[in-house]
């Protein structure tokens, strides 16, 4: 997942020059990259042959509908069974939990990782207020929904390869590949880059793909029905840039595309009017691909974002912005009390620290420089250049090791092991402090997340990144999480960073200096990346499910008070980010964790590449999140294959299908987000006045007015005129103004011609009265 600033709204003549010079740097570059058709065709296949295998996944069916439907569909029974796993896996966890409180000794591996569900974004063109289109009466047709209507502007978020698809307009795509010059030093970088960016898209497919597969499978062998739904969410979420690459590549109306890369960026003019269009070979490279059937869904979260037409692209927020890192390592150990618990003594049976564990035999890291990345420093960011008052020298590295560590062979290891003094295979050491093991809770992309308990008995999450192998762009871009999060550190509805340690001492140099010398290189010590993370205690995937569990127990609908509250939170999260010019770019229910009863976001990861994209990008998410929470089903969850749900995700003229609901305001709410035009969607700030979480009052007419108009129709009862007039006066002061929706306020002049209107009116009367 991607987390980075971009397209937002502060400094447009900066970026904009800076956009030249990158175009200039572009154009000055060799260009291998091309867009042409046969060798964009190599790029996907190429991307599909490196697609990593995906675990498999449980379905993701469409749940339920709000209003109460003749008949139940096979899908709902599916989602039932779905259901029953994932109540296993909850169940396995409390119990895990549970027995893991009793013995902390024990330490075990908890596999049943939430699988994070990444709703994927996509803008859907709201169908026209009043116009229902039947869920059901999309079902079973192979066609698909898009939300690419005529908007003129299209920006495809993160994918976390990195690369940002920016469409501008029906004619021209634009790729910005990161801002990061250590990361396009070459052509051939660029293409990999891309290629990565086909190979994630295609492995969200393919896990949605296999979400829809391992609905049939044992559900105690299966990761929750929430992860795969959030897996489609990804998908769809991510589909997006690359199904703005390939529509603009393929598509008739697609004439143009441009690589921009921060230093050596590739433009590469695409008439491809006459392009072929995409075929089905194209995607049906790996064997996994069998494994896709008809019959669910995934559906973007994050689809379409959007590129101003003629506008420069905006700079990525590592180099469009300064970014003042406070990061003095928190020691908020303390924080949250009701997590604390009693740890028996050590597993050697030495008296061990509070909680049992080890003392440390090992100094603490020099408290000068301990765990502060950028402690001090001002980065920046636009021109790479941080201006550094610490060298990170002290930064210690802790041993990483898998799940299982090998027993020390040699003298050498043997004496390492000694003086270490604690059992890794028990223990996180970070920044000198010990965290004790207990479980594995979930694993992304790039990192897996264990439940910790430090040394004061408090408990976290602990997010564990392996550098090792990965170039220093990828590497850098996980040490960013740790400055949005530094970033963010206070706010309420984010997952709030307690303590890191980045173990690669050269990768932290590079990040200090901004110099990223080493950029074509890769780590080569087994670095690791530690996050010690507030500990949320489920996600809000889970919560979806349960909750739809309950409903479909109880027969009833959706709970609007239960939406309403934390929809509010879940706008309350985005806002805060997008108030620090931070696009997330990967919002899913899976990101958005329960601490302490409030939702938190979590999830910055830029892994190694920044993706331009635009805020209006969070909000088709977070519209494919809402239809999710209203629904049970995202809002392409019919189309079931990648490229299914590609082509109408892309179609300007698909309908997303939105059954009726009886509050009029959350279905226009939905649709406030799922507009394919970025420029339709509402901003956070005006959804967080929607109507539907703050209910307009109904228009008080005062019983006295009524009554005297009344009085004076009834007075009048013979003359129509007369009678007329009362009418209108009447329909006047009830409903002013019937075209302005409640709750909106009118403009002073409005006001005035209202008086005015009702003067007339009564002068009117009076003078037919007195007739
Ligand atoms: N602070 C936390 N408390 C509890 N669980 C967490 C926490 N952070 C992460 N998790 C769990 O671990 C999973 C993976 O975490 P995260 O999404 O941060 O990793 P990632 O490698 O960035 O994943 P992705 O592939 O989605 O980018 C989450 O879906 C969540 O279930």
Redesign the pocket.
Known sequence: ?DSREANLPADSNHDSNLYRSFNATTSSSSSSFTSSPPDFLRNVQAAFKRHRMMPQLNNLQPRRLVVPRQETSKSLIDSKKTDKSHDVSVKQRVQDSSAQTKNMMTVTTVNQE?A?I?PPFISGTPTEEGKFKSIDAQRGQPSFSCDCRSSNMVDFPCL?CGHVLLVDGPKKVQFALGNDPRSHGSDDHMDTRIGNLLTHMSSLALTEMECDVSNQLDGSTAPSHDANNQNFHDLDHQINPLRNFVHSEFGHHVTQSSLVGATSATTTLVNSASAPKLTSTTHNSRPQHNNFHAGNSFDSYQGVAHIDTGNPPKLLPKYSSKMLADQTPSAAVDSYPENKCELPRDHQGKEAGSCGMPKDPIPLTDKSTKGDLFAGDIIDLQSRRPISNDPISSVKSVPSKPEKVEKPASKKDASAARKRNYDPDLFFKVNGKLYQRLGK???????E?HKVISQDCTIY?L?KIKLKGRDYATAYGFCQEIEYLNKLKGKDHI?QLIDYEVTDKVLLKEVMSGSMSNKDGRVKEDGCIYMV????EI?LAHMLSQKWRELDSSKSTIDENWLRFYWQQILLAVKTIHEERIVHS?LKP??F?LVRGSLKL??F?A?GNTIKCGRPSDIWSLGCILYQMVYGRTPFADYTTFWAKFKVITDPNYEIPYEPLSNLWLLDLIKKCLSWDRKERWTIPQLLQHPFLVPPIPPRVSNDHRNLIHLVADSCSEDPKAKMLCSQLQQLVSDPVPDIKSGSSITIDERCRLLDEMSKLCLQLKKRLEM
């Open positions: 997942m939430y994070s990444t976390k809770i979930g694993s992304g992309g790039s990192s997340v999450a997010k997952i993370l507030e500990y949320g996600d990967d899976a990101n964790l979590i999830d990861d892994n």
